[in-house]
C-alpha cells in the first residue's frame, strides 16, 4: 500500500481553546480564549518548541513572538458538533457530527429517582449527589464513606456521574461493579451521560486522602463508525495514549496505555516513536483540562504546557521522514472565565513533518474533522458512511 506517512501521532492537549467560537455566546462563553489569556496570566511563558512550530503565529501570545519560519502549517479549526464536552470533540476529530449534546447535571445534582434506583441496586446509601472537585469531595466525605459503606457520588461541569470509592474499605471490584450499574441506567435518555467514572483513592483521614491510577470510564460507545474503525479494518495499528481507549469505548483500538499524567502520557508517545508501527498514535493529555481549565488555574496550566513542551522537544527529534506530527485540541476550557465549565472555542491545529523545510499558514476548517480525513486520506482510505470531514492533505507540500 503506497501511503504518504507511514507513522501519524495525533495529541490532543485537551482543552487548549484558541479563541471564542462563533456560535460561544449562545453557550456563555462569549470572549474565551484558553491560551492567549493563560499567557496573558503569567509573567513568563517558555514554550520554544510549540513556538517554532508556529503557536504564536497562530494565536497572540503575550510573551511569546511569532517566527518568521514556522516549521509547521498551522490553522484553527471549528466544532460543528453540539456541545463542548470531551467525547463530542474526539469524536468529531474523528469523523462523528454530535447534534444533541450530552446531559449535565452541575445545577442541582442527579434526579432523585436516578439516585434511589442506583441505591436500591448497588445496595448502598448516596451521599454528595453534587456537583464538586474530586479532591474536595474526598475531604468532605470520605471520613463518612470508609465510616458506613456509603457511596460517594458527584458529577462536574462535564456530562459525568462520578463514584468515589476507598480501595481497601469499599473494595475496588465493588467499585467497578458500582460504576457498572451506573453506566446502565444513565444509557436512559432522560440521564443520559458521556461517562461514567471510578474514582478510587487510599487514605483514612482528611489530609491523607489521594486519589490512585486505577480509575476507570465507562463511557457511551460512538454512535457509528469512526476513523478509528476504519484504519483498524484496514489492518493499520491504532495505538491509544491517556484516555483515548475509554474515549471510544475500546472501538477501533488495537492496543492501549494509560497515562499517570499528561508527561507520563508523553513520555509513553516517546517510546512509542521509538517503534516500527504503521497507522496511527492517537493522544490524549488530560491534566490540561482535569488540573487546571476546571479549578480555573491559569498559572498551573501555563507550567502544564512548559512541561509539555519540553517534551514534546525530545518527540521532535523522533519525528522521521515517514511520520506526520498533529497538535490540537477538543475543546476550550479558559481558566480566567467564570463557573468551571468547558468553553466553546475554535481549537489549534499545527501539523509537523521533518520532511518540510518551513510550514506556514492554512486556511480554518469547518469542523475538527478536518484531522481524522487527513489520516485516512493519508493512508488511501475512505470515511465511514455517515461522517463528516475534509482532508487538508492536499493543502501541505508532496
Known amino acids: 500500500m503506497k501511503m504518504n506517512f507511514r507513522r501519524i501521532f495525533v495529541i490532543v492537549v485537551d482543552s487548549l481553546g484558541a479563541g471564542a467560537a462563533a456560535d ?3 453557550y456563555g462563553d462569549a470572549g474565551t480564549d484558553t491560551l492567549g489569556h493563560i499567557s496573558r496570566s503569567v509573567d513568563t511563558f517558555e514554550i520554544p518548541n510549540l513556538q517554532h512550530l508556529g503557536i504564536a503565529n497562530l494565536c497572540a501570545l503575550k510573551q ?29 476529530l474523528m469523523g462523528l457530527k454530535t447534534e444533541k449534546p450530552f446531559i449535565t447535571f452541575t445545577e442541582h ?13 448497588t445496595g448502598h446509601k448516596v451521599i454528595g449527589n453534587k456537583a464538586a472537585s474530586g479532591t474536595e469531595i474526598l475531604e468532605e466525605l470520605a471520613e463518612e464513606e470508609i465510616a458506613t459503606g456509603h457511596m460517594i457520588v458527584y458529577t462536574s461541569a462535564d456530562s459525568v456521574l462520578q463514584i468515589c470509592g476507598n480501595e481497601e474499605t469499599f473494595d475496588l471490584k465493588e467499585l467497578y461493579r458500582c460504576c457498572e450499574i451506573a453506566r446502565e441506567l444513565t444509557m436512559r435518555d432522560e440521564w443520559r451521560v458521556g461517562r461514567v467514572i471510578a474514582r ?10 489521594v486519589r490512585t491510577s486505577n480509575r476507570h470510564d465507562y463511557a457511551v460507545p460512538p454512535f457509528g463508525r469512526t476513523v478509528l474503525d476504519v484504519l483498524k479494518d484496514a489492518g493499520l495499528d491504532v495505538i491509544s495514549v491517556g484516555k483515548i481507549n475509554d474515549i471510544f469505548s475500546g472501538c477501533g483500538i488495537t492496543r492501549a496505555y494509560k497515562s499517570r ?13 521509538g517503534e516500527d508501527f504503521q497507522g496511527l498514535c492517537f493522544v490524549n493529555l488530560v491534566d490540561f483540562d482535569a488540573l487546571w481549565g476546571h479549578r480555573r488555574d491559569p498559572v498551573g496550566y501555563a507550567a ?28 476550550g476550557n479558559d481558566p480566567t472565565h467564570t463557573g468551571t465549565d468547558h468553553t466553546r472555542e475554535k481549537v489549534p491545529l499545527l501539523i509537523y513533518g521533518s520532511r518540510w523545510k518551513t510550514g506556514g499558514a492554512l486556511a480554518e476548517t469547518e469542523s475538527f474533522a478536518a484531522v481524522g480525513a487527513t489520516v485516512v486520506d493519508n493512508f488511501h482510505l475512505k470515511m465511514p458512511e455517515g461522517t463528516i470531514g475534509r482532508s487538508i492533505l492536499g493543502e501541505l507540500p508532496g
Not at 445534582?109 to 441496586?121: A, Q
Not at 478510587?200 to 489530609?207: E, I, S, V
Not at 499524567?261 to 516513536?273: D, F, L, N
Open 261 to 273: 499524567s499528561s508527561v507520563h502520557g508523553m513520555e509513553q508517545t516517546i517510546e512509542i516513536a
Open 24 to 26: 460561544a455566546a449562545e
Open 64 to 92: 511569546v513572538a511569532p517566527v518568521k519560519r514556522p516549521l509547521a502549517f498551522y490553522t484553527r479549526m471549528n466544532e460543528c458538533s453540539r456541545g463542548k464536552d470531551t467525547m463530542t470533540g474526539h469524536w468529531e
Open 109 to 121: 445534582g442527579f434526579p432523585p429517582e436516578l439516585i434511589r434506583e442506583l441505591e436500591e441496586r
Open 304 to 331: 502544564e504546557l512548559e512541561r509539555f513542551d519540553e517534551k514534546l522537544g525530545i518527540l521532535l527529534g523522533r519525528i522521521g521522514q515517514g511520520d506526520l506530527l498533529i497538535i490540537t485540541a477538543d475543546h
Open 200 to 209: 478510587p483513592y487510599l487514605g483514612r483521614k482528611k489530609g491523607e486522602f
